[in-house]
């Protein structure tokens, strides 16, 4: 088992920046690769950007690249999700997760933290 928690959510303004961090503990061995996916009210979830367990490859969502990057500190079994610029359209609970890739390439979840609440205001 793995287990996951977030931490650095919180409310902020259009255009402030926040960093969410998330600590992995448990079987880390068997982890492939980490990800980030949030949730807004009344919407399904949505795939943010996964890290390769290495940190050498990144992937993001179309929508949000140029914005969000994800990073690894593999001496800690953590990730972290720097989000610049942010929207109100941001506002979501953003999961952690450690997963793989299906064969069509499509980033898959396996394990979920608990979520961090965030929400920006206009």
């Known amino acids: 088992q793995v287990q996951l928690a977030e931490s650095g959510g919180g409310s902020v303004q259009a255009g402030d920046s926040l960093r969410l961090s998330c600590a992995a503990s448990?079987?880390?061995?068997?982890?492939?690769?980490m990800g980030w996916i949030r949730q807004s009210p009344g919407k399904e979830r949505e795939f943010v950007a996964a890290v390769s367990w290495s940190g050498a490859r990144t992937y993001y969502a179309d929508s949000l690249k140029g914005r969000f990057t994800i990073s690894r500190d593999s001496g800690k079994n953590t990730m972290y999700l720097q989000m610049n610029s942010l929207k109100p359209e941001d506002t979501a609970v953003y999961y952690c997760?450690?997963?793989?890739?299906?064969?069509?390439?499509?980033?898959?979840?396996?394990?979920w933290g608990r979520g961090t609440q965030v929400t920006v205001s206009s």
């Open positions: 448990g079987r880390t061995s068997s982890m492939f690769a």
């Open positions: 997760t450690t997963g793989g890739w299906n064969s069509a390439g499509v980033y898959r979840a396996d394990y």
